[in-house]
């Protein structure tokens, strides 16, 4: 350690060096091995200032793959901005072909509804839930009916006692 890091570190407490900065505006920083005043050494560490700082408001995809494999320590080099620009390109072509597949799969289907290779899928409506005692019944039941919100009284007498 160079005696001005060291300096700073006295002076300052922890020294964190700024790696880079991503597009979302996030800075990830990393953190040499060093030791605290009283001596203690603190091991290295890779810690990110979120851009959005609410917990709260923090979205899945705020941080980029790649910054969050070199954050979590699975690669031991920060993304370079030719990489993050290659694979952003990418996964843009990725979403297009998923978006060209998916139209040639139900141009496909629909072809083979016209020539009649497929039937097409029966549209069935059901009310009620399916663990309900009257599921796919239309009609009255005697028995008494609940669904947990609602109940409808039925003409239920006990069964005769065997003497």
């Known amino acids: 350690m160079s005696r001005i890091s060291s300096l700073l570190r006295r002076t300052f407490g922890v020294v964190k060096e700024h790696i880079g900065t991503d597009h979302f505006g996030n800075k990830y920083y990393n953190i040499p091995e060093q030791k ?76 083979d509804y016209e020539e009649g290779r497929v039937d097409q899928p029966v549209q069935t409506q059901v009310k009620g839930h399916a663990s309900a005692s009257q599921f796919g019944q239309s009609e009255f039941s005697e028995d008494p009916i609940s669904t947990a919100n609602t109940f409808q009284p039925g003409s239920w007498t006990p069964p005769a006692t065997k003497t």
């Open 36 to 111: 605290s005043w009283t001596g203690r050494v603190i091991r290295p560490r890779r810690l990110v200032e979120a851009a959005n700082p609410k917990e709260f408001e923090y979205m899945e995809g705020n941080i980029p793959s790649e910054w969050d494999a070199w954050i979590r320590g699975r690669r031991k080099q920060p993304p370079t901005i030719e990489e993050l620009l290659k694979n952003e390109h990418y996964r843009e072509q990725i979403k297009i072909k998923a978006v060209e597949a998916g139209e040639r799969d139900n141009a496909l289907q629909d072809k």
